[in-house]
């Protein structure tokens, strides 16, 4: 389904992503790790074009969509949903519009210009909103909500693109322990009943074993662990993540695993 | 070590009293150099005026004061010239807003196009960019009167200099509010597939239209200061008719027209104060 | 977390939806009647009527070519008057090279770039070889000493677009840069050509024709052109003295508008710094003072730039002195008012911690508030002087003197247009001049401050 071939990315000098090869053949929940500066978030903005790779080809549906030009890559970039650590919405909008801009791509400009939304779009957000119990904030400004609320109302957004694929760049990196499991529950139950592959980029160990199906460790841009979840030791973790090693099995600690031990399992 | 100390207190004493001294130097000389502008200065202004300086400060009550004297002796009949002249008055303020709506109109396009996170090429925004600095370099007047002087009398040439230069002094404002916005919300409009112009739209502009607003206020009130500036010199309105009133030394009316004119400008001061205080709160 | 769609939620979106679309279609509609009242109000539609092409094409033309007049009387043909610009003093001595003068028959020839040429006969003065105009025209004059176009008479209404024949006049003018005007009296020719001749000297200097760099390059040349005066004294003389752009007079012009602007803001923000302070409330504790203040501060930015100008036109006559108070004035309230809001922000943390020390009231606001309002003040400064630069133009405009008053001059003259744009080019530099430098001085001078 999705099969990156040996993309690399370029700063200048640095080697942010260094030929990478990732194959995922079924859907599947993904989880990448790393110390910051591995080259993760270049990696998930690589996919969506957000930013340009230098060499390599990504392949989805057997489509290179590196190749994509103009109305192509908007439409790419609808299909693959991403969600940012920093929440990315649009503070002076309310939560609705918010929501609704993830159907930018299938707007014509003047309609979208002057907010002219049809009832129907206005009821799948509202619809979207009940289901990551956000629905009483809907009228509200996007910049009066918690952290936690503004990373479900961008799931909300994401979802509302009907994309084929989401990535998450530190989506709870920036969130108190209970909202971080309420977004990652979220994802989870995406990935579970749409059949979506969610590629998430995390910085605690633990949440990536209590999530996802595989694992990949990146390091200095270069893939070094890509495997289940069961099969990373210890060891090998304390090698990907260097000095940053103690912060990131911190996670043991916080109650996103305390009581979603077994999500996986009853999902 | 001690006596390193000692030796690393004094360095540093000596390089602040450098410092400071090299601050009084700066400071002495730009004082001097302040005073040297000032007194040749006025010496060149006394001696290329018409009247002398002194001549002319003990004149200068004469003029109100007769202007004063005027409108008491008429009376009554003051206040009807006040309502004479609101036409003209509003004339003037209409012009005022008509320029400004589309100059802050043009001067939004622009911005757009010399902001470097909404536009890559750099030579689109160092182009744009100039083009504003010489829109807002030309003095209205020098606009308008080649105007007046190719298409006679009307409020239009005042408009359109009004237009040129508020495009390209909001244009510089816009476009540094655009270059400040938080470029997280385009990203994240990026990222759903938004086009270039969506991402305006919906990332950039929610973010600094209570500036643009703001900016555009401040606007309204020095373009009405200029439109009465320019109907000075025949682009119609209470500008004009002051010209005229001046001409014929009806200082009853003359004084009318002052005194709308700085209700106005106050009032108006007042208004977009008022609006723009709104305006700013609520943006926190 | 899932819960029932509700209800409420739905209406108050629904509802949302619907005021936003009224609000939409109220606003387009106020826009459209305003625009179309506007429209004609402004008297758009007749823009096309009012607009003078002459005058414009003319105003355009001279801004970037210059003329030659060659002139004919039917009286004394071989008199031919040639000047430049047709000015009083402008007579050229010695013909140029584009005009051929032939004894055998008498004739002149005025030769153009593009090929064609007027040529004046005794009883006649023909035309030939422009480009794309195929008939040789001839123009003569009949027994009543009125101009016509041969083989024309009465059939005027068949003559080319470019040519018009009246019963005292006819005028030709195949491009922008030829025109022939033959009058019962006269012959003139007016030959264009492209760029600002003589800008750099004039016609009589014995420097005429030397560029830039040439003359630059002169200034330093030790061969004195005359033995009388050295050349640095002569080009810089010969320049300043040129009587057709008038260097001398417009160079000053600028000057003098230059110094009003800065006269003015220097005197607004030395006497509105003070005031500031004592119309804010944490250095002022009297109020009656700082209300007195505020009102002074809205009187003279109320009075507005124009009246103060009016006001002071009558004091002191046409002259600097105008231009500097009415700036001075206005800005010394805008300054104080903004200054004093500016003072009422500052932190109070830093005026308390310099107060701790047992300082004096006139130290605790020399080290606790002047810091932190410096840089503003600064900036505020330098932008009213960018902006008071473009003001004191237009108050010269009005009567003050300046270059303003030299603009309004050229312009109403109505053939001067080449001076015209050279004065308003020579504003536009100044004041980008004076943004640019003062943009650099800013942040020279607000770095300084940020860094200590
Ligand atoms: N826009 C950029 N310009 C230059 N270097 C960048 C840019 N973005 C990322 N990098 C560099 O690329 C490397 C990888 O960064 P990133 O992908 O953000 O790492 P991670 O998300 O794993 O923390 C880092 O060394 C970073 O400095
Ligand atoms: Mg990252």
Redesign the interface.
């Known amino acids: 389904m999705l099969k990156i071939n040996n993309i690399s990315k370029y700063f200048d000098q640095v080697k942010a992503v260094n030929n990478v090869s990732i194959n995922v053949e079924n859907s599947s929940m993904i989880g990448i790790i790393g110390r910051s500066g591995a080259g993760k978030s270049t990696l998930l903005r690589t996919i969506?074009r957000?930013t340009d790779a230098t060499s390599g080809e990504i392949l989805f549906q057997n489509q290179n969509i590196l190749d994509f030009k103009k109305k192509d890559?908007?439409?790419?970039?609808?299909?693959?949903?991403?969600i940012?650590q920093?929440?990315?919405?649009?503070?002076?909008?309310d939560v609705?519009t918010n929501v609704m801009?993830?159907k930018?791509?299938e707007m014509s400009?003047v309609r979208?210009?002057?907010?002219?939304?049809t009832?129907e779009e206005?009821?799948a957000a509202?619809?979207l909103l009940?289901?990551?119990?956000m629905?009483?904030t809907?009228?509200q400004r996007a910049e009066t909500l918690s952290g936690g609320q503004q990373q479900r109302v961008?799931i909300c957004?994401?979802m509302m693109?009907d994309p084929k694929l989401i990535l998450a760049d530190e989506p709870i990196a920036s969130l108190d322990p209970l909202n971080a499991r309420?977004v990652m529950e979220s994802l989870r139950k995406i990935h579970d009943e749409q059949n979506i592959t969610v590629i998430c980029n995390l910085h605690t160990l633990d949440t990536a074993k209590q999530y996802c199906d595989r694992i990949i460790g990146m390091q200095n841009g270069e893939i070094v662990f890509d495997d289940l979840p069961s099969k990373l030791t210890n060891q090998k973790a304390r090698e990907i993540y260097g000095a940053e090693a103690d912060e990131a099995f911190e996670g043991t600690m916080t109650s996103v695993s305390l009581e979603s031990a077994d999500i996986k399992k009853t999902a | 070590m001690y006596s390193d100390n000692i030796l690393g207190f004094e360095t540093i004493e000596k390089n602040l009293k450098a410092m400071a001294f090299k601050r009084l130097i700066y400071s002495f000389i730009s004082i001097l150099a302040i005073l040297f502008l000032l007194s040749s200065g006025l010496t060149i202004a006394e001696e290329n005026n018409a009247g002398s300086f002194q001549r002319g400060l003990s004149k200068f009550f004469d003029y109100p004061v007769d202007l004063f004297k005027e409108a008491f002796e008429s009376g009554w009949r003051w206040y009807a010239y006040v309502f004479k002249y609101l036409p003209d008055l509003i004339s003037t303020i209409n012009m005022a807003f008509f320029s400004t709506l589309f100059g802050a109109i043009f001067a939004l396009l622009l911005s757009l196009f010399a902001s470097k996170n909404l536009i890559k090429n750099q030579y689109i925004v160092t182009l744009s960019r100039r083009t504003m600095d010489i829109l807002r370099s030309f003095p209205e007047l020098v606009i308008a009167m080649i105007f007046l002087y190719l298409m006679g009398k009307s409020e239009l040439p005042a408009v359109i200099a009004i237009v040129i230069h508020t495009a390209g002094a909001l244009g510089k404002l816009f476009s540094e509010a655009i270059e400040n916005a938080d470029n997280k919300p385009i990203e994240g409009l990026q990222s759903c597939g938004a086009s270039w112009w969506q991402r305006v739209r919906f990332a950039v502009i929610p973010q600094v239209v209570p500036l643009f607003i703001s900016y555009t206020l401040l606007r309204l009130e020095i373009n009405v200061r200029a439109s009465t500036i320019l109907g000075f010199v025949g682009a119609g309105g209470i500008g004009e008719a002051l010209s005229a009133v001046i001409q014929f030394r009806y200082g009853d009316e003359i004084i009318a027209i002052m005194f709308l004119l700085v209700i106005t400008i106050i009032s108006l001061d007042y208004f977009s104060r008022f609006l723009r205080g709104r305006l700013i709160g609520d943006n926190k | 977390m899932e819960q029932v769609l509700n209800q409420n939620v739905i209406d108050a979106v629904d509802l949302k939806h619907k005021k936003h679309i009224r609000i939409l279609i109220i606003t387009g509609f106020v826009f459209l009647v305003y625009l179309i009242g506007s429209i004609l109000h402004f008297d758009l539609p007749n823009l096309a009527k009012k607009w003078n092409k002459d005058r414009a094409s003319m105003f355009m033309l001279d801004i970037y070519a210059h003329k030659d007049h060659i002139k004919m009387n039917w009286k004394d043909p071989q008199k031919i008057d040639l000047r430049f610009e047709g000015g009083h003093r402008h007579v050229y001595k010695d013909d140029p090279t584009w005009l051929i003068r032939n004894k055998n028959n008498q004739s002149t020839i005025v030769n153009f770039d593009n090929g064609g040429q007027f040529v004046f006969f005794p009883n006649r003065v023909e035309m030939r070889n422009f480009p794309n105009i195929n008939e040789p025209f001839i123009f003569k004059l009949n027994k009543n000493g009125k101009p016509y176009v041969d083989g024309y008479v009465g059939k005027e209404s068949m003559l080319p677009s470019w040519m018009r024949a009246t019963e005292n006049k006819v005028e030709v003018r195949p491009s922008l840069y030829e025109r022939l005007q033959v009058y019962g009296s006269k012959v003139e020719v007016h030959r264009y050509e492209l760029g600002w001749k003589y800008f750099w000297f004039d016609f009589d200097s014995p420097l005429v024709g030397k560029g830039f760099f040439d003359a630059i390059s002169l200034m330093f040349n030790e061969d004195r052109v005359d033995p009388k005066i050295s050349n640095f004294n002569l080009v810089v003389n010969e320049f300043l003295e040129n009587e057709i752009w008038h260097h001398n007079t417009v160079l000053f012009a600028m000057v003098e508008t230059l110094l009003m602007a800065i006269l003015g803001t220097l005197i607004a923000s030395m006497v509105g710094l003070p005031l500031a302070f004592l119309a804010a409330y944490n250095v002022t504790p009297l109020s009656s003072i700082r209300f007195f203040l505020r009102r002074l501060f809205d009187m003279l930015r109320g009075i507005d730039m124009l009246i103060w100008s009016l006001i002071f036109l009558r004091a002191f006559g046409p002259g600097l002195f105008t231009g500097i108070f009415a700036i001075a004035f206005t800005d010394t309230g805008t300054l104080g008012k903004l200054m004093s809001e500016a003072i009422e922000n500052t932190d109070k943390k830093d005026k308390e911690g310099i107060q701790s020390t047992g300082a004096n009231k006139v130290l605790q606001h020399r080290f606790g508030i002047i810091p932190q309002i410096l840089p503003i003040f600064i900036s505020q400064s330098l932008y009213y002087l960018e902006s008071n630069t473009r003001a004191a133009v237009i108050i010269g405009a009005m009567g003050a003197g300046g270059i303003g008053l030299h603009f309004l001059g050229a312009l109403m003259t109505g053939n001067d247009f080449e001076n015209v744009a050279y004065m308003a080019i020579l504003v536009l530099v100044a004041v980008m001049c004076i943004d640019t430098m003062s943009a650099k001085l800013r942040r020279l001078l607000i770095g300084i401050e940020d860094k200590k």
């Open positions: 969506n957000l890559k908007l439409e790419w970039q609808k299909n693959c949903a991403m940012f920093q929440f990315n919405l649009v503070p002076r909008l609705l801009l993830g930018l791509n400009t979208a210009s002057l907010k002219l939304f009832s206005r009821h509202l619809n009940n289901k990551f119990g629905m009483q809907a009228l961008a957004r994401a693109q309420l």
